[in-house]
């Protein structure tokens, strides 16, 4: 069964839709605007992470977890201009008992602190939770993000606690508040 929306999702300023090969030169310009902007919050990234050709297999992949029902990437498009201003991805989805997945975003420096992620993630968790029928979202985040925090809580993410030295971010490891978001239809 394709894990992905027929069409696009949509809210007042933003439009996601599943990413594709085409997105390539689109997300080159995002990497390359918002590069220092991303960089305290990511992996270190080797120089040809930024290549057009490794950001259209890249995308390729993605299109191809989605399309398995193991992941659901999306693109933010600005609705007026169609610029691409973040993404968001569901990942890691694991089916049986469990039933939940991992959400990762991010967006365009230029647009922070206008609501846009807020406005996405709202529509794009609704989607997870009654389309793909999904439990439970995790989002984790380095203590230091107060943006994403912020953000998280204000979407009902609750914290469940820290976890020490959880991911290697821009070339050491580092703590992550661990939170998740429950299917408010499927608490019975």
Known sequence: MACHPDGELSTERVILRVVNEGDANAFLSYYAANRAHL???????????????????????????????????????????????????????IRGPFQACHLGFSIAKAVEGQGLMREALTTATSYVFRTMGLHRIMANYRPENTRSGLLLARLGFEKEGVARSYLKINGAWADHVLTSLLNPDDLG
């Open 39 to 93: 960089q305290p919050w990511e992996p270190a990234r080797p120089e040809s992470f930024h290549d057009l050709d490794a950001i259209t297999e890249r995308l390729r992949a993605m299109a191809h977890q989605t399309a398995a029902g193991n992941a659901l990437h999306l693109v933010l498009l600005e609705r007026e201009s169609g610029e691409l201003i973040g993404d968001c991805n569901f990942t890691n989805v």
